[in-house]
């Protein structure tokens, strides 16, 4: 099980390894089993890797692999909350994959002076990935690169940043739009990406309509109005003739 999980890592995983260069000195940040510092030790060349976590079962697990693996020299499994486990300066790119997007926005926030040396971000947000592009634009982040995968039924986003004077760049005119569907994404408009943003325009469309049902309260006008502005997005982003296929 071990033995398979660190050779070869989940499409969502492969998907963040696929931005951690050779000779990275890298911490995973809710690493859980040390699957990525595992595997990125085994196969990618990195130098040295942190993996953290705060809960102790996960924590143990992420031992207990690591030890079995032979690689206890290379990677330092620690407990702690967030960017708490490592120290300034000790390494220059972060993963965080697997949590809510504005949990990962939250540890980045919380930990910021360990940001430093900190080359590149590599992030996987299970929800509101948009959450996480907002801290790299208020943060001086510049978005490198995306990726949208699906697996086993759920669609991932992986956002790569790195340190830039223009964390605006890979924004065009619309930047609220760009925000919330990323803007490489956007432009790319994969299959995936269509299926994920007509899933999420249909339900906000079955809550509008629902609210059309209700009365018409100050706060139920606003959420459609909020509702509204979301769906036209999603239209002008695929197109309105991708949308009504749907
Ligand atoms: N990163 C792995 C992956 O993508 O497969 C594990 C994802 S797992 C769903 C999320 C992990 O993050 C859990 O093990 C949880 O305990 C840990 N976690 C949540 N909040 C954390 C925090 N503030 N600091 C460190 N670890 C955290």
């Known amino acids: 099980m071990c033995f398979l999980n660190t050779d070869k890592l989940s499409a969502r995983l492969a998907a963040v390894a696929k931005y951690v260069p050779k000779g990275a000195k890298i911490a995973d940040i809710g690493s859980d089993h040390a699957y990525l510092p595992c595997y990125l030790a085994k196969n990618s060349g990195i130098s040295f890797a942190v993996a953290g976590e705060v809960a102790v079962g996960p924590f143990q697990s992420a031992e207990r692999n690591v030890s079995s693996e032979g690689l206890s020299d290379m990677i330092s499994v620690r407990l ?11 390494v220059d790119h972060i993963a965080i994959a697997g949590m809510g997007g504005a949990l990962i926005a939250s540890i980045l926030e919380n930990g910021k002076e360990k940001l430093g040396s900190v080359k590149r971000l590599i992030l996987q947000p299970n929800i509101s990935a948009v959450s996480v592009r907002k801290w790299f634009l208020d943060n001086g982040w ?3 690169a995306e990726e949208i995968i699906e697996e086993d039924g759920k669609i991932y986003e992986v956002l790569a940043a790195e340190k830039g004077s223009n964390p605006l760049k890979p924004y065009e005119q619309n930047v609220e739009a760009g925000l919330l569907f990323g803007p490489y994404l956007s432009k790319e408009k994969s299959k995936v990406f269509a299926k994920k943003w007509l899933n999420e325009r249909n339900n ?14 100050p706060g139920t006008v606003e959420k459609k109005k909020e509702l509204f502005t979301k769906i036209q997005l999603v239209e002008e982003v695929l197109g309105n003739e991708e949308s009504k296929r749907s």
């Open 204 to 217: 906000w469309l079955r809550i509008y309509q629902q609210l059309e049902h209700a009365a018409q309260t």
């Open 142 to 144: 510049v978005l490198i």
């Open 80 to 90: 702690g909350d967030g960017l708490e486990v490592i120290q300034s300066g000790e």
